[in-house]
């Protein structure tokens, strides 16, 4: 079972960047999926989650310029961003609780980071 993420890059401020992140696996069910980041010499943080219902959270800075996102048919999660600002430069990582065939419980995985950098 894994999480693969992609779409990071290099862009400007004001641009706009879209992330993807692929669940693959013997996977049954997939419940709350995120994003989270973890800019240089700080904390990993929550930026966004998203249920399986689509219920969404922000973290209130990103607030109006991201939007997650995601296809329970091809058990992808999304990232839209929008009016991206250097502070917002970070290693970007998906995160997914899952329920695995076999298993009766959720099991919570990381991909393994995708790398946005914003230039001013």
């Known amino acids: 079972v894994q999480l693969q993420a992609s779409g990071g890059g290099l862009v400007q401020t004001g641009g706009s960047l879209g992330l993807s992140c692929a669940a693959s696996g013997s996977i049954i069910n997939i419940g709350n999926m995120a994003w989270y980041r973890q800019a240089p010499g700080k904390e990993r943080e929550l930026v966004a989650v998203i249920s399986n219902s689509g219920g969404t959270n922000y973290r209130n800075s990103v607030k109006g310029r991201f939007t997650i996102s995601r296809d329970n048919a091809k058990n992808t999660l999304y990232l839209h961003m929008n009016s991206l600002s250097p502070e917002d430069t970070a290693v970007y990582y998906c995160?997914?609780?899952?329920?695995?065939?076999?298993?009766?419980?959720?099991?919570?995985?990381w991909g393994q980071g995708t790398l946005v950098t914003v230039s001013s």
């Open positions: 995160n997914a609780n899952m329920r695995l065939s076999g298993s009766t419980y959720y099991t919570n995985y």
